[in-house]
């Protein structure tokens, strides 16, 4: 996440107060008001959660006192604290406090309250039981942020809804899910086209630190997606999808010695029923573990030499049914390189199909457009998201899907 400014700009207060009126919704960050009002509830509530304590509530009226405060804080571009506002509270609350910040993302702002001793204190109030939050743009585009808590009685509050235990879905629905594991270790499941950055983020899991790549597939050909994790220790686990939702107990498949190699994964092969590993090791050379049980992987086959300045990513990109591998090299060429279907390199001249993507990081995610859709999903430099559409053998003009604070996210690779 882009974060102008540290957590030393920030300010708590448990306090008291003037009523100005709700801003009509902006959009904040990339996100609509709502959209990022959820997302630091939800990010609030976790933090709560993982110390015992209850959810808090959305307030409406809480949030009217927070938006103006941020709005006032952005129209000034200076962070400070609203004096008074526990008296814009309605009658009733026992306790009050307030955070303020300034020059966060959205999704990075609840840890940086987090990393402030008081403005943890405040978060994990135990009595705390309604939230209101307020986040504006001043016009340099830096956001400003307000949290108003309270305690009020039980029967005076709406009840949060528990968190959804979906058990009519799988926690990843589709292999073109967008799924991220952010700087905490939570992973979240964004959705693919249409809904990336318009819909609500679900959260699917916690305790993710140290992940290095993050591959989904049907790794046991179940017809639920699976999530195979590359970890920075060197191990490869495979965590199988539930069709109610959640994942079921890990297997490991890879015990050391992956955490400074590349890894994709496909159906390698016309005629495979489970995906397979390719690895490109240090020295350059590119193994294939074939997957031959949906479990563990079976003995290596070296099928390449010679890619080790390439950045190697696997989709069938003309769609003659047969695998290809696109390698990109360190001046940001794409390089294609067709396969026989049975596992081999057609000998012929690489075909160039790309420029200009020196200072990219990309994954490809096949589904994200729709049923049967390929393409390419590449990170810039500063954090922004964009999708290439691969259809035809050539790439599609490509969509913003995100338009900063994806720089420290692991993106999900099929």
């Given at each position: 996440m882009v974060a102008a400014l540290a957590s030393a700009l920030l300010a708590s207060a448990l306090v008291a107060g003037p009523v100005a009126a709700q801003a009509a919704e902006p959009v904040v960050g990339g996100y609509t008001l709502s959209q990022a009002r959820k997302i630091i509830l939800d990010e609030t509530n976790a933090i709560r959660k993982s110390v015992g304590l209850k959810p808090v509530a959305a307030s409406a009226a809480l949030n009217t006192v927070a938006q103006s405060w941020s709005a006032k804080q952005a129209s000034s571009r200076t962070m400070s604290h609203n004096p008074s506002y526990s008296a814009q509270y309605p009658s009733g609350w026992s306790t009050a406090s307030e955070n303020v910040a300034y020059g966060?993302?959205?999704?990075?702002?609840?840890?940086?309250?987090k990393n402030s001793?008081?403005?943890?204190?405040?978060?994990?109030?135990?009595?705390?039981?309604?939230?209101g939050i307020g986040v504006a743009a001043a016009s340099n585009g830096s956001l400003y942020y307000t949290q108003n808590f309270a305690t009020?009685?039980?029967?005076?509050?709406?009840?949060?809804?528990?968190?959804?235990?979906?058990?009519?879905?799988?926690?990843?629905?589709?292999?073109?899910?967008?799924?991220?594991?952010?700087?905490?270790?939570?992973?979240?499941n964004y959705g693919k086209q249409g809904q990336i950055n318009v819909t609500a983020r679900t959260l699917i899991g916690s305790g993710w630190t140290g992940v290095k790549e993050l591959h989904v597939n049907d790794w046991n050909a179940d017809g639920t997606q699976d999530l195979v994790v590359q970890w920075k220790s060197g191990a490869m686990h495979v965590y199988p999808g539930k069709s109610t939702g959640g994942f079921g107990s890990r297997f490991l498949i890879g015990s050391s010695g992956w955490a400074s190699v590349d890894v994709d994964m496909a159906l390698w092969s016309?005629?495979?029923?489970?995906?397979?590993?390719?690895?490109?090791?240090?020295?350059?050379?590119?193994?294939?573990?074939?997957?031959?049980?949906?479990?563990?992987?079976?003995?290596?086959?070296?099928?390449?030499?010679?890619?080790g300045a390439l950045d190697v990513k696997i989709a069938d990109f003309d769609?003659?049914?047969?695998?290809?591998?696109?390698?990109?090299?360190?001046?940001?060429?794409?390089?294609?390189?067709?396969?026989?279907?049975?596992?081999?390199?057609?000998?012929?001249?690489?075909?160039?199909?790309?420029?200009?993507?020196?200072?990219y990081t990309s994954v490809v995610l096949t589904g994200f457009a729709g049923t049967g859709s390929t393409g390419l999903i590449a990170k810039d430099s500063a954090g922004r998201l964009y999708y290439y559409p691969i259809a035809g053998g050539k790439f599609g003009a490509r969509q913003t899907i995100g338009t900063g604070g994806w720089t420290p996210m692991q993106l999900s690779n099929n």
């Amino acid at each position: 996440m882009v974060a102008a400014l540290a957590s030393a700009l920030l300010a708590s207060a448990l306090v008291a107060g003037p009523v100005a009126a709700q801003a009509a919704e902006p959009v904040v960050g990339g996100y609509t008001l709502s959209q990022a009002r959820k997302i630091i509830l939800d990010e609030t509530n976790a933090i709560r959660k993982s110390v015992g304590l209850k959810p808090v509530a959305a307030s409406a009226a809480l949030n009217t006192v927070a938006q103006s405060w941020s709005a006032k804080q952005a129209s000034s571009r200076t962070m400070s604290h609203n004096p008074s506002y526990s008296a814009q509270y309605p009658s009733g609350w026992s306790t009050a406090s307030e955070n303020v910040a300034y020059g966060y993302s959205v999704t990075a702002v609840v840890t940086g309250w987090k990393n402030s001793p008081g403005h943890y204190r405040n978060i994990t109030q135990a009595s705390a039981n309604v939230l209101g939050i307020g986040v504006a743009a001043a016009s340099n585009g830096s956001l400003y942020y307000t949290q108003n808590f309270a305690t009020y009685p039980a029967s005076s509050i709406p009840v949060p809804p528990a968190p959804p235990a979906d058990s009519s879905r799988p926690s990843i629905r589709t292999a073109g899910d967008v799924i991220v594991a952010d700087g905490s270790g939570r992973l979240w499941n964004y959705g693919k086209q249409g809904q990336i950055n318009v819909t609500a983020r679900t959260l699917i899991g916690s305790g993710w630190t140290g992940v290095k790549e993050l591959h989904v597939n049907d790794w046991n050909a179940d017809g639920t997606q699976d999530l195979v994790v590359q970890w920075k220790s060197g191990a490869m686990h495979v965590y199988p999808g539930k069709s109610t939702g959640g994942f079921g107990s890990r297997f490991l498949i890879g015990s050391s010695g992956w955490a400074s190699v590349d890894v994709d994964m496909a159906l390698w092969s016309t005629g495979d029923k489970y995906p397979s590993v390719i690895m490109k090791d240090a020295a350059g050379k590119l193994w294939l573990y074939p997957n031959s049980r949906g479990t563990t992987l079976s003995a290596r086959t070296a099928i390449g030499t010679g890619w080790g300045a390439l950045d190697v990513k696997i989709a069938d990109f003309d769609a003659d049914g047969k695998q290809d591998v696109l390698a990109t090299t360190a001046r940001g060429t794409i390089l294609l390189y067709r396969t026989n279907g049975v596992g081999r390199f057609i000998s012929e001249t690489r075909t160039q199909i790309g420029s200009g993507w020196a200072g990219y990081t990309s994954v490809v995610l096949t589904g994200f457009a729709g049923t049967g859709s390929t393409g390419l999903i590449a990170k810039d430099s500063a954090g922004r998201l964009y999708y290439y559409p691969i259809a035809g053998g050539k790439f599609g003009a490509r969509q913003t899907i995100g338009t900063g604070g994806w720089t420290p996210m692991q993106l999900s690779n099929n």
